[in-house]
């Protein structure tokens, strides 16, 4: 099993979401690359 290199959630220890996730932090669904591959193109201007 790929070990998650993002760090364990303080609140939720059982829950393997990155705690400052931008897309959704309330959504442990979301999978911690997620916010990476959004935050590409947001970060362009326009």
């Known amino acids: 099993m790929w ?12 829950d393997p979401v990155n ?3 931008p897309v959704d932090p309330e ?3 979301d ?3 997620l916010s990476l591959l ?3 193109p947001c970060a362009a201007p326009g």
């Open 19 to 21: 705690p400052v996730d």
């Open 31 to 33: 999978p911690w690359w």
């Open 27 to 29: 959504d442990p669904e």
């Open 38 to 40: 959004l935050n590409v």
């Open 3 to 14: 070990v998650n290199p993002v760090p364990v959630n303080p609140v939720n220890p059982e």
